[in-house]
């Protein structure tokens, strides 16, 4: 467990995803605004929560809890097959009260730290080209953008949106 203190003094902690969260990470996802969901593959179901608990082993994953509430989580999934060793998918997913604080700073940097003693060797992601702020984010981080996918999102906005392809390499 990791303590920390966001830029408007409330404090809370970072600690691994266990198989005892699936109902309260549910609870965050279903009383995150639509502006906060805006850009994710909402809508998310329990079901979709206990694949990403199951997958707990092969992956590397945070929650953010305050007041004994998930608020945050950070994920990096591995990738199982040996072409693709030491590489793994980024996501994170914060609620909307916690947003501009500095969580998704917090969470990015201990999940990296997290892979890199690992001995994790690449990052990736994807992004809506529109998500400026976790565009910003991630390029503070040093991943760089690597590509872009034209029309490759479709938002609850019923438009189509391109994706920004990122990538860091540990090491």
Not at 18 to 23: L, Y
Request: hydrophobic fraction near 45%; glycine fraction near 8%; proline fraction near 2%.
């Amino acid at each position: 467990m990791w303590k920390v203190i966001l830029k408007d003094g409330r404090k809370l902690t970072l600690r691994f995803l266990t198989a005892n969260d699936g109902e309260r990470l549910f609870k965050m996802f279903s009383s995150m605004s639509n502006e906060a969901l805006k850009w994710s593959g909402a809508p998310y179901t329990i079901d979709m929560v206990k694949r990403w608990i199951d997958n707990v082993p092969r992956s590397v994953p945070l929650v953010a809890e305050y007041d004994s509430r998930i608020v945050g989580i950070a994920v990096i999934f591995k990738f199982p097959d040996q072409s693709r060793k030491g590489m793994g998918d980024i996501a994170i997913y914060l609620h909307q009260d916690f947003h501009h604080v500095g969580l998704g700073t917090a969470m990015t940097e201990r999940l990296l730290q997290l892979a890199t003693k690992e001995k994790m060797h690449r990052i990736s992601l994807t992004v809506v080209k529109e998500n400026t702020i976790a565009l910003a984010l991630y390029k503070k981080f040093g991943f760089q953008i690597e590509g872009i996918s034209k029309d490759a999102f479709y938002a609850c906005d019923g438009k189509y949106h391109d994706v920004v392809n990122m990538g860091l390499i540990l090491h």
